[in-house]
């Protein structure tokens, strides 16, 4: 008797438990893997000409206008400027524009990494327990970024970003960043379509919340390009060493 | 070939047979009248950001002298379908650039022109 109730008791267990594996695996199917290469949305046919980074700009609030103002007074007209200068966009400039370069997403279960053709800019995204206090961590131009998935929409918030004044977005280090991942319908051509609605907050600069909506078309069997930016000024600089020295320099 | 340039700085330049300014800012460069432009490599960069083109040029006006041009980044270059072997040391091409709006010397390379006469790359706009 006693083996009997034993055995039903082991039988609804591993029943309850197959629910629960097959309740965690509908809940993991739920979450679209984003994986893969992606580019500024362009639409079925469309030329080269739309891969502008979508409209808008933060309204500043006065002291951020100036800082603004200051930045161009300095720069306007000269060759200076964080990209020449090897430096990434920083966000949410990388997400929005990053130059019209591909992105590539790599997605595991707790963390996505959103790799940025142009500069090599990486961001992480840490998915619900696996994110740790942001204030643990440096003011970044990409900020830290914690995340967590609703339904089929992945929910990404980043903080501990630095001010900047180079950017399209200019923020203060109390901006924040919300985004909001999610696939469209496909393109005619089959082409999976990446949605991102971003709203930035800024308390200190912006007079109200930016927000606007990025779109990418995935770019089937591409392969995102590494980009090394800084080596020419070092070869410059090799260059220099070896002809002071009247030696060959045989390193391109 | 065409003609460039007629700025009295850059005649200091091809006097000397240095390259002439360095990396200007986008709005520098005129998109809409592209010109062609012949020379032997002196020296061709594939690189980030920019690419780096060295021709020796010699035109009847301003002789013989050496001109940088800018280009696209190595990663758009490729998209472009340019790539390093066509800007051999040595070898003597025709690139089509967007000059200078100063006209000075330089610009940035939209394309290159190949011996059957095509054109290949299509850039519209510095990147």
């Known amino acids: 008797?006693?083996?009997?109730?034993?055995?039903?008791?082991?039988?609804?267990?591993r029943a309850a438990t197959v629910l629960c594996a097959m309740l965690a695996a509908a809940a993991q199917a739920a979450e679209p893997d984003f994986s893969?290469?992606?580019t500024t949305y362009r639409a079925t046919g469309a030329g080269a000409g739309a891969f502008a980074a979508p409209g808008g700009q933060p309204k500043l609030?006065?002291?951020a206008a100036k800082a603004?103002?200051?930045?161009?007074?300095?720069?306007?007209?000269?060759?200076?400027?964080?990209g020449n200068a090897c430096v990434g966009y920083g966000m949410p400039g990388s997400m929005l524009g990053s130059g019209g370069y591909p992105m590539e997403i790599i997605q595991r279960p707790e963390q996505l990494f959103v790799i940025y053709e142009a500069h090599n800019?990486?961001?992480?995204?840490?998915?619900?327990?696996?994110?740790?206090?942001?204030?643990?961590f440096f003011p970044e131009r990409n900020g830290y970024s914690s995340a967590h998935?609703?339904?089929?929409?992945l929910i990404v918030e980043t903080s501990r970003l630095k001010t900047q004044v180079d950017s399209r977005y200019p923020h203060s280090n109390q901006a924040t960043v919300r985004e909001v991942y999610y696939l469209d319908p496909p393109q005619e051509n089959g082409a999976r379509v990446l949605v991102a609605e971003m709203t930035m907050t800024d308390p200190l600069w912006l007079e109200e919340p930016f927000t606007t909506t990025k779109r990418w078309s995935e770019m089937a069997d591409y392969h995102v390009m590494s980009y090394e930016c800084s080596e020419p000024k070092w070869l410059d600089e090799m260059e220099m060493l070896y002809e002071k020295a009247g030696l060959e320099m045989l390193q391109e | 070939m065409n003609k460039i340039v007629k700025s009295a700085v850059l005649l200091l330049a091809s006097m000397l047979a240095i390259p002439a300014l360095a990396h200007h800012s986008a709005a520098q460069f005129d998109f809409r009248n592209t010109v062609l432009v012949e020379g032997k490599v002196m020296e061709a960069r594939f690189a980030n950001p920019h690419m780096r083109l060295i021709l020796e040029v010699t035109d009847a006006e301003r002789g013989t002298r050496n001109i940088e041009f800018e280009g696209h980044s190595r990663n758009n270059m490729r998209r472009q379908g340019l790539m390093p072997d066509m800007f051999n040391s040595g070898d003597t091409i025709t690139i089509r650039i967007a000059p200078m709006r100063?006209?000075?010397?330089?610009?940035?390379?939209?394309?290159?022109?190949?011996?059957?006469?095509?054109?290949?790359?299509?850039?519209?706009?510095?990147?």
């Open chain 1, 149 to 153: 998935w609703e339904g089929e929409r």
């Open chain 1, 1 to 13: 008797m006693f083996n009997i109730k034993k055995a039903k008791v082991l039988k609804a267990t």
């Open chain 1, 36 to 38: 893969g290469a992606w």
């Open chain 2, 102 to 127: 100063s006209g000075e010397d330089g610009g940035y390379v939209t394309a290159v022109r190949i011996p059957d006469g095509t054109e290949i790359g299509a850039v519209t706009a510095a990147d």
């Open chain 1, 68 to 82: 603004l103002a200051d930045f161009t007074s300095v720069t306007e007209g000269t060759n200076y400027g964080a």
């Open chain 1, 61 to 63: 609030k006065p002291e």
């Open chain 1, 121 to 136: 800019e990486i961001r992480r995204f840490y998915v619900g327990d696996e994110a740790e206090d942001p204030k643990d």
